[in-house]
């Protein structure tokens, strides 16, 4: 390395190897939803990251490789490296899309097209047509070095073709992530037709292919919160139309018996039974979150209910000076209702609930504890599935937690806190 070229040469090559090093652990270590594409990006950066690494090689020792003869053994193996990407570029682009890449008429033509390219590049070994290296190792075009270089210039431009036609079937990220890992290389291309770029086409795919990987595997992780946030929201739905059958039958029990005892009791627990199975309704079809107040409400109604059925066996207090929050829907009903459920014996003593709100400096939080034998943890039915279902609810649309402990005294707390929105 003796001038400036070769220097700026062996640090590009060098940023370059350290990239798809970089992205090659990244698509091996990183979860990825889609595995099909995790073993795509593996073989992509190994690719890329074995070209790159020639490339540094080659600048570095490259009176090593000359008196070895392998000067052009490495040419080619790098021009055949920086080729491949080009059509794998179209068969990533057809599974995204959904399409069976295997029967695609325009990936055929791609492949004819690349097979052409290493026709040409095996032809380049026999003859200076194409290029030549001179005694002191330097790489020469040759007068028909860009007929060498037409067919990959024809796949991308198919590639970007493509990709704009099937922009309606991918997701804007994705789109995004294709459109700057195709047009850049399609227009570097072009510009190598003339003149020789070749440490910026390796610096140039590093960057694209990694920016490409990064978008992708953001719209992964995005497309995998909404399958969690819909798979919750599911179950909730499945819960609401569980609710207990001897609760609705002990409630509309009642109210039988009531509308002669008392009228107007019968008629105060009608609506707030109807005001109960109206939330449960509405928290099917609703996946975001709701004001507190809202939940409130829900929790209100479902409370004044059980109290017409068990009297004085249940006492409820409220500490609520902060409800100005959002939560997912079915949150505090359904904590409220598991401390019922696990704590209310009418032949023991009263379970008194007590529920309270406050405003922290990180956001909000919920505290509902009782009095009751406490939370057991090995208990599989409904209410403690209802319990695991809203933590998952909490974390995926509101960053939220929820801490189960024993109470002291005797019983159990559950506390979940909600971080305050963005903007707040």
Sequence with gaps: MNDWNAILYAFMSGAASLMMGLGLGLAAIMPSVDRWSKRFFIIFFGVLFLNACLALAETIFSEMLHAAGAVRAVDFLMSLLSA???PMQAVFLKHCCGEDWRSSPRLRGVIVLWGVYLLLLVIAQFTSLFYYVTPDSRFHFGPGYALMVVPLVTIELINLADLIRRRGRLTGKLFFAMLISVLPLTVALIVHLFVPVFPYLHIGIAILALSMYGIILS???EQFLRQQRKIASQLDSILALQMRPHFIHNTLMSIYYLCQQNPVEAQRVTLNFNTYLEKN?????SDETIPFSEELEHTRAYLNVEQALYGKSLFVDYDMPHTHFR???LTLQPIVENAIKHGLDPD????HIFIQTRQTDSGSEIIVSDNGPGFESTDNDRPHIALANIRQRLELMCSGKMTILPREGGGT????????????
Excluded: M, R
Excluded at 281 to 285: F, K, P, T, V
Excluded at 348 to 351: A, F, L, R, T, V
Excluded at 413 to 424: A, C, D, M, N, S
């Design 84 to 86: 491949i990407p080009l």
């Design 327 to 329: 939560v997912p829907p």
């Design 413 to 424: 707390l559950v506390k979940l806190t909600i971080p305050f929105e963005k903007g707040q």
């Design 281 to 285: 309704l509405n928290a099917l079809s």
């Design 219 to 221: 719209d992964q992780i």
């Design 348 to 351: 023991s003593d009263p379970i």
